[in-house]
């Protein structure tokens, strides 16, 4: 019997310890590497792209020479303003990519020892790092299978204490109003993609727009993908009769509604609201990345980090809170 890929040592080429024992200089030195690889760590100005940058000898800063501009290796980045040392920025990303089901702020609060706040704005942050890797993305092509299904999200009503005085939490009247639903579209041995839409009919045009039109799609008999017929090459599985049949199966979409699920359960508890959509391509980035090993995780998230400019949520925000 074979082993499996995240039992063996291939899943595991680097390590928190490893991050833990350098120094405040090898930490930087290894973040430049992440970031600026093309010049194997040398300076690039995030200003005019010049690579004749100086370093001054008494403080941790750049100058470039052509546009006479300081900057740091985390200016333009996510971590632009940062408070707290690199190192535990790196310790950080290699938590999160080794939390297969995910992570909670709590705990990664407690692990970098770390206000909830601060570990709270960091795990976005690189959520949304994950999320930059399939930005424009279009799945699929000529003999290619894309799976698309649905998965509601939130809106939880509690039950009544009294069976007397329970309603049918199923009825249109009787929920919150909250339900969202994750729409995934997965190419097999390829890319997962997804987006929060109030219901399953609203996300026809995106997937429209995200799976090429030469792509065999394979869905449930959910009504919402009736309309798909008339772009896409359809094959449809009934689940009260079979899981898969006749070549047609979503397995793969459900495969990543299972980890998103056991992240809400065990981990989040509770992810509805206006940063579903984070979380969910958080769980299509692990699903996607679920063969690679931790270190090759760790340099992606690091360098999708490095060459994203200031979160769009997460730049500013307490200026914000403040100001309102």
Known sequence: MSQHFLMSSAARTVSMKQVARMTDGEARAL????????TKGAAVCPYCDCRKCYEYTTRNVFKCKACRRQFSETSGTLFASRKLPIRDYLIGIIIFVNAVKGISALQLGRDLDVQYKTAYVLAHKLREAMAAEVRGVVLGGDGADVEVDGCYVGGHVRPEN?????????LAENQTGKRQVVVVARERDGRTVTQVFGSEDESVAFIKARVDRASTVHADEAAGWNSLHARFNMKRINHQEAYSADDACTNQAE??????????????????????????????????????????QFRTVGFRAAALPPSVDWSGYWQRGRAA
């Open 31 to 38: 973040f430049r590497q992440i970031r600026w690889p093309d």
């Open 162 to 170: 009294r069976k007397e005085d329970r309603k049918d939490r199923r």
């Open 255 to 296: 495969s990543y509604f299972a980890r998103l699920r056991r992240a809400e359960a065990g981990q989040y508890h509770r992810i509805g609201g206006k940063y579903l959509n984070r979380y969910a391509a958080e769980m299509a980035w692990r699903e996607d990345q679920r063969r690679t090993s931790n270190g090759e």
